[in-house]
């Protein structure tokens, strides 16, 4: 991660690219105080040390771990991530302990301490994957699905939270003109650090231009794909960490505005979930972040068990159609639409092996 260290604070710069005029950000730095009370935006037309959101602890800060993931802390006092080591009373604030009574979240967890986000995104948003020039392919087939049912104007309001971001921001190409408030989340540090890195527009971030100017041309508004861009880092307020399967899954103290109107989910409920039971929880826990009669945007993997991520082997509980469907019903959703993807077989190249892609519209129901 790149930062400049002054006095108390890791500084970087976030800039709004060439040509940005309003609604979009001007140039601001935004800080964490590391002495301090959070995260600041600093700009010309905000005024200084505007607050943003709360820092993690300190002992929280460089661990790498993956989206809805809790680490297992012992109560031995051993040290977890990059080798931070945590007394006992940091271990009972620490975000997303798994309790050691649950071996399937456990496990979960250690397996995810060796994710590569570098990898995860070269195995899927380059080539062959990620190539967009096919219209039957894997990458246009997700971005029509967001693009059309934002279209049609009935999911937007001012706050969208993204459940699960990992290392990605395509999901968010088309929502961001229609919610002025933006979190993204993920469990793991270094997919937040990969987020912040294309956010600021640091060298080395990953490239998503191709993905944004498909997005610019399937929604044919005549926007640019750097203004497409520029809008979406200007309203991606905050990125928090976050654990699905606790029952306030981005914890006490860093909380983004809730309830929110619309949830976005990709790929990540049935990453981090053991079993059915399991992610029909981690469902019902991001579910308690949504206003009735709000929004859920869910992508996932059909009749997947594993995938690759480096060095990573992942275990994914494997969900067909009809339990994705059932879930969200019992979660008190009305599912508005479900379509589904079958993974032809170029596409199957040995990182994963999953059958398909499910895109389901769904709205919380009032009164649960």
Known sequence: MRQRVEGSREQWWSRGGDGCSPPYHPPCICCWDIKGDGWHREDAARGPRQLIAQPPPPHRRGQGWRAGVAPQIKASGRKGGRGSSMSGTD?????GAVPDSDPGLAAVSSAYQRFEPRAYLRNNYAPPRGDLSCPDGVGPWKLRCLAQTFATGEVSGRTLIDIGSGPTIYQ???????FEDITMTDFLEVNRQELRLWLREEPGAFDWSVYSQHVCLIEGKGESWQEKECQ???RVKRILPIDVHRPQPVGPGRVPPLPADALVS??????????LASFQRALDHITTLLRPGGHLLLIGALEESWYLAGEARLAVVPVREEEGREALVRSGYEVRDLRTYTMPAHLQTGVDDVKGIFFTWAQKKVGV
Do not use: G, I, N, T
């Not at 271990?91 to 975000?95: I, L, M």
């Open 266 to 275: 990709a790929f990540c409920l049935e990453a981090v979930s053991p079993d």
């Open 232 to 234: 979406l880092r200007a």
């Open 172 to 178: 968010l190409l088309s929502a961001c003109a229609h």
């Open 91 to 95: 271990r009972s604030q620490a975000a």
